[in-house]
């Protein structure tokens, strides 16, 4: 049988088997309207899993499995409405991509044979074998910001968005999302739609969950409240794509609708997920979950002030270089230059972003977030220096909490940002190669998944 999940806004006379027990499966899931939704094959999904599981977990429901179901619906031992409702016996931990998660394995898309990927993979190995996590690729088609095609759900599982089918070319989504308060959100999003469904079939099925809003891991940011009770930060931009690919008017009502989806779709209560503002195409480049109850938000003034004094610093190395046709000089010149533009789009984006990161701001602190601001120098999604686009956690092997970012543009901030990290909290800091990543919109976040 072909992969059920193809069919999603199909019709469900289209889905055939010779098979009378499964046609029957698929007609009782059907709610009555003909459609394969999101919420009937979730239900499947559990139907399938149960059968396969029968006589064996192979994840191939064979003739003896159907068999064996059907006899169990003639003698009444069973039924679909039983599957249902039934609970799993051990719900999965909720996760979180701040510091207080035990990480014991960061995964990498199969197209790290590139070189630049394989420098990122060797130097997390290096890493890993210090603080104890392994390094794996999984298939990902041509896709390498694997941390964008799913997000891990507060109960452990897996959402896959329905928007991603490998059978049809599907166009992004364009223009910016206005919220009704006004604010101008980045929606310049679209991987899922772009890249279809190739690490969807990579995941066991028992591990899934299929939701019908459009959201990309890049967007959300799984966090806990100090507490510990499972939460999510998410960007309001993802708000507009699902209005688009759901093709729903952005009317008051709408919104309401589908935030409580999204918040449905991540396994959570409404007053669980805060949406926040967003100037940035995806909101985990420049904010960052840490301790429970933490964010990290960006300090943009804080970040102009050190690139000022970086910037004297070489305006005094320049000064000093007699020789004005010296190599050493040249580069020290196109340093400065650099440095100059880097502070002016900084600014620029301070003063046009005020307003909209201070509400961003307010919206954590009422749902009870400490911020932790961080001196960043990102000025743009390409930016080749973004220290907030980072993986952390606490080592089971250490006991250390570590933190692994980008290197910089300017090597001289990094031991900038690691004197921030630590003031933070975090014991160690590392730096990998993800440069070229960084110039495609994306630092080592985006490029990984952890367990």
């Not at 979730?42 to 068999?67: A, C, H, M, P």
């Not at 990122?120 to 603080?131: F, R, S, T």
């Not at 009704?180 to 279809?196: H, K, V, Y």
Request: hydrophobic share 30%; charged share 25%.
């Amino acid at each position: 049988m072909d992969d059920i999940n193809t069919y999603y806004g199909q019709k469900w006379s289209n889905v055939k088997t010779d098979n009378k027990t499964l046609n029957s499966i698929f007609n009782a899931v059907d709610n009555g309207d003909g459609i394969v939704q999101a919420e009937e094959l979730n239900l499947l999904n559990k139907i399938l899993n149960y059968i396969d599981n029968l006589s064996n977990k192979d994840e191939i429901i064979d003739k003896q499995e159907i068999e064996k179901f059907q006899k169990q619906l003639d003698k009444g031992t069973t039924s679909i409405e039983k599957i249902k409702n039934n609970r799993e016996k051990s719900p999965k931990i909720s996760w979180s991509e701040g510091l207080d998660r035990n990480i014991t394995t960061i995964q990498l898309s199969n197209q790290s044979e590139k070189n630049s990927m394989k420098i990122i993979e060797n130097e997390l190995k290096a890493i890993g074998e210090e603080q104890g996590f392994t390094v794996e690729k999984i298939n990902s088609g041509e896709n390498i910001w694997i941390e964008d095609t799913s997000i891990r759900r507060a109960d452990g599982k897996i959402y896959v968005p329905y928007h991603s089918s490998p059978e049809e070319e599907k166009a992004t989504p364009e223009g910016a999302f206005t919220s009704i308060r006004g604010n101008e959100n980045a929606t310049g999003q679209g991987t899922i739609l772009e890249n279809g469904n190739a690490f969807d079939i990579t995941v066991n099925t028992n591990d899934k969950y299929y939701g019908t809003s459009y959201l990309e891991g890049g967007n959300v940011l799984n966090t806990k409240l100090k507490d510990g009770t499972p939460a999510a930060i998410v960007g309001e931009g993802s708000i507009g794509m699902t209005l688009e690919v759901m093709g729903l008017e952005k009317t008051p009502e709408n919104i309401k609708t589908v935030k409580k989806q999204i918040a449905t779709d991540l396994g959570l209560e409404e007053d669980q997920v805060t949406f926040i503002p967003q100037h940035e195409f995806h909101i985990d480049m420049i904010y960052r979950p840490l301790h429970n109850g933490e964010v990290a938000i960006p300090d943009y003034e804080q970040g102009i002030a050190v690139l000022k004094n970086l910037r004297d610093e070489v305006q005094q190395s320049f000064t000093e270089q007699s020789d004005s046709t010296s190599h050493q000089k040249i580069l020290t010149q196109r340093k400065l230059h650099k440095l100059n533009k880097q502070i002016d789009q900084l600014q620029e984006l301070s003063d046009n972003t005020k307003e909209l990161r201070q509400e961003a701001n307010d919206n954590l602190t009422a749902a009870g977030y400490k911020i932790v601001k961080l001196p960043c120098f990102t000025a743009n999604s390409n930016d080749k220096t973004n220290f907030m686009n980072g993986v952390g956690g606490t080592s089971a092997k250490t006991g250390q909490t570590f933190y692994i970012t980008n290197k910089s543009e300017f090597p001289e901030l990094e031991s900038v940002i690691e004197e921030s990290l630590k003031k933070a909290g975090i014991d160690k800091v590392y730096f990998v190669s993800t440069q070229h990543a960084l110039s495609s919109k994306g630092g080592l976040d985006c490029l990984t998944q952890e367990k």
